[in-house]
C-alpha cells in the first residue's frame, strides 16, 4: 500500500474502509485492471497496484488534509501527489470548503485536463448596511463558471483534470497539462471584515465559489491519463480513482505501457 502523509492525525471512516475491503474482494486478478485502450492499439502495461485512500476531515473547527505520492514508473520516486481538502468555514455562515487535487513533481509527466476548464468568470458588487451602530460596506467577488452580464473573463485559473471511463478509447489529442489541477471543489463561500483607519466603519469581503464546472463524477470508477517522455521514449498510462463524500479519494492502481526497445 502507497503511504500516506498526514498534515493531522485522524483516523478514517468505518464505512469507507469497509469499501474498500469491498473494492479488493471484487477484484479477480491484475488483468481486470487493464481496462483502458490507447487509440486503436492495446500496448503491454505495467501494473501496480496502490491500494490507497485519502480523506481529510474536520474535526473541531481545524482544517484537515491527506495526500500521497505515486510512484507511476517504478524507480522508487514519486512523480505526482494527490491531496485530499477540507476546511469549516463558519462565516457569513457555517459551511465546509473541500477539495481534492493533484500536482506533478516529476517533469517528465503530464496529464490530460479539459480544455477551457481554467477559464471562469468573476462579477462584482458592492453592499451597504449597518453592523450595530457601524456602517458596513461588503465588497461581494463571485467566481462562477457560468457567465452573466458585465462579468470579467479570468484564464488564469487551474485547470480541471479529464476523467475516463473504464474501456475508453484513448487518442493523443488532448490538452496535456504539467501544472497542478482540480478533480473537484466544493461551493464555498467565506466573508472577512475590519475596521477602517479611523475606526468609525466597516469594510469586508465576501468571496463566493460556486465550484468547478467539470468536476469528477463521484461514486464511479474513473480513470486519469498521463505521458511520459524521456528522449525519444514516450510512454502513455493511467490511474484509477474513485471519489465519494466529495472529497474521499480512493487509488485503486496504475499502469503504464512498456518501453518500446
Known amino acids: 500500500m502507497t503511504p500516506i502523509l498526514k498534515m493531522k492525525s485522524h483516523s478514517f471512516f468505518s464505512s469507507i474502509?469497509?469499501?474498500?475491503?469491498?473494492?479488493k474482494a471484487c477484484r479477480k486478478?491484475?488483468?481486470?485492471?487493464i481496462k483502458?485502450?490507447?487509440g486503436e492499439e492495446t500496448d503491454e502495461m505495467i501494473l501496480t497496484i496502490h491500494d490507497t485512500l485519502i480523506n481529510a476531515t474536520t474535526v473541531s473547527g481545524e482544517w484537515d488534509q491527506e495526500s500521497v505520492g505515486l510512484d507511476?514508473?517504478?524507480?522508487?520516486?514519486?512523480?505526482?501527489w494527490f491531496f485530499s481538502f477540507e476546511d469549516l468555514i463558519t462565516y457569513p455562515e457555517e459551511n465546509l470548503w473541500s477539495y481534492i487535487r493533484f500536482n506533478i513533481t516529476n517533469d517528465q509527466?503530464?496529464?490530460a485536463a479539459i480544455k477551457g476548464s481554467n477559464v471562469y468568470y468573476e462579477t462584482g458588487s458592492t453592499s451597504?448596511?449597518?453592523?450595530?451602530?457601524?456602517p458596513r460596506r461588503t465588497n461581494n467577488l463571485i467566481r462562477s463558471c457560468e457567465y452573466s452580464e458585465n462579468a470579467v473573463v479570468d484564464s488564469s485559473y487551474y485547470f480541471t483534470a479529464e476523467t475516463f471511463e473504464a474501456g475508453s478509447k484513448f487518442t493523443d489529442e488532448v490538452l496535456?497539462?504539467?501544472?497542478?489541477?482540480?478533480?473537484?471543489?466544493?461551493?464555498h463561500h467565506q466573508a472577512i471584515y475590519?475596521?477602517?483607519m479611523t475606526g468609525d466603519s466597516i469594510i469586508g469581503e465576501h468571496y463566493i465559489h460556486k465550484g468547478l464546472c467539470h468536476s469528477a463524477p463521484q461514486n464511479e470508477t474513473i480513470y486519469l491519463v498521463f505521458k511520459k517522455e524521456l528522449g525519444l521514449q514516450t510512454n502513455y498510462g493511467w490511474i484509477e480513482l474513485k471519489i465519494s463524500d466529495e472529497n474521499a479519494l480512493y487509488i485503486g492502481a496504475s499502469a503504464i505501457t512498456k518501453d518500446v526497445e
Open 109 to 111: 509527466f503530464s496529464v
Open 36 to 38: 483502458f485502450l490507447f
Open 29 to 33: 486478478d491484475d488483468k481486470s485492471h
Open 128 to 134: 451597504f448596511d449597518y453592523y450595530g451602530t457601524f
Open 176 to 187: 496535456w497539462n504539467k501544472n497542478d489541477m482540480y478533480l473537484n471543489i466544493s461551493p
Open 17 to 23: 474502509l469497509a469499501g474498500i475491503s469491498l473494492v
Open 194 to 196: 475590519n475596521y477602517n
Open 72 to 80: 507511476l514508473d517504478n524507480n522508487n520516486q514519486s512523480d505526482i
